[in-house]
């Protein structure tokens, strides 16, 4: 496929972590990117709007000393999530930070716009679109998008409903750039399987917030832990948009999972205020349906490393057979 060879030979794992809301924060962008994946973060996880440069600066001025110390394995490039949906009302300052710091790939969401595209590439990055859907992902690249995140059924967070296998095989009858694949892929062997239909890269969140370095109170961490994909609730009450979310902690907010309202897109709000929304996902815990492999809290580093053992093992027994 036509992956970059400035990105594809950065990796010592074909995988992209996710930018999770809330929970992820330069310590862990910067323990993926050193593990040799991209790390990634939501520019709106830095509030205030000032303290998204404060980020920048560490991840930057942090990698590029390592950079230094380690010539011979560099650490993985960084991404910084933005949300285009018109309720963000920071987008052109966090854009105008990712100029200034040349941001290496910008994920955009919820909406795609050719000035975003255009203006990340004004300084040499690559944009990258989540999708839900293959009409979707057409209008992602008529407007620009270097790349498409194919966002499939038991994802975290704001997760589509289609089968991986019919979302990217649908993608690549017409579209043969960088595509990623994201729902329920925890484990070196699901890497692999993302690859082997057709994905360039893996894209996995769920899993970090069960690291050390992630911004997630314990409790949330050990909930990762300890249930699996029948603990996962699908609904679109809390942002407006469908999304994936541990049972325990709807029950634990005196809601029944079982028995939600419809939500709608009026009660998204993406925005510097953002109250709605970040206290929706501070309480009520977003997740995919690949948990089931997590087995301990770990650091970045040290579930990076059990990523590529089990990956290499997976194709090993690929090649045996």
Known sequence: MALSPNLRDALSLPLVAAPMFI????????A???????????ALNARPAAELEVWLQKITSE??????????RPAAPFAVNQIVHGSNDRLQHDLEMCVKYKVPIVITSLGAKEIVNDTVHSYGGITLHDVIS???????????????????????????????????????????????????????????????MGADLAYMGS??????????????????????????????????????????????????????????????????GGDTSAKAWKDIWGCGQGIGA????????????????????????????
């Open 23 to 30: 929970v992820s924060n330069p310590d862990l962008v910067i």
């Open 32 to 42: 993926q990117c050193k593990a040799g994946i991209v790390g990634s973060f939501p």
């Open 63 to 72: 990698l590029a000393a390592y950079n230094k110390a380690n010539p011979d």
């Open 134 to 196: 293959d009409q979707f992902a057409r209008k992602a690249v008529a407007k620009g998008a270097d790349g498409l995140i194919a966002v499939a059924a038991g994802a975290g967070g704001h997760a589509g409903t289609t089968s991986p296998f019919a979302l990217v095989q649908e993608i690549r009858e017409w579209f043969d750039g960088p595509l990623l694949l994201s729902g329920s892929i925890s484990t070196g062997d699901g890497i692999l399987a993302a690859q082997a």
């Open 207 to 272: 899993a970090f917030i069960a690291t050390v370095e992630a911004n997630a109170e314990q409790a949330y961490k050990q909930a990762i832990v300890d249930n699996a994909s029948a603990d996962i609730v699908n609904s679109n009450l809390f942002t407006g948009v469908h999304g994936n979310y541990l049972r325990p902690s709807i029950v634990a907010a005196g809601m029944d999972p079982d028995n939600l309202p419809e939500g709608d897109l009026s009660t998204m709000n993406f925005g510097s």
């Open 294 to 321: 997590v087995k301990a809290v770990l650091p970045a580093a040290e579930l990076v490393a059990r990523l590529k053992l089990e990956y290499a093992a997976a194709r090993a027994r690929l090649l045996a057979a």
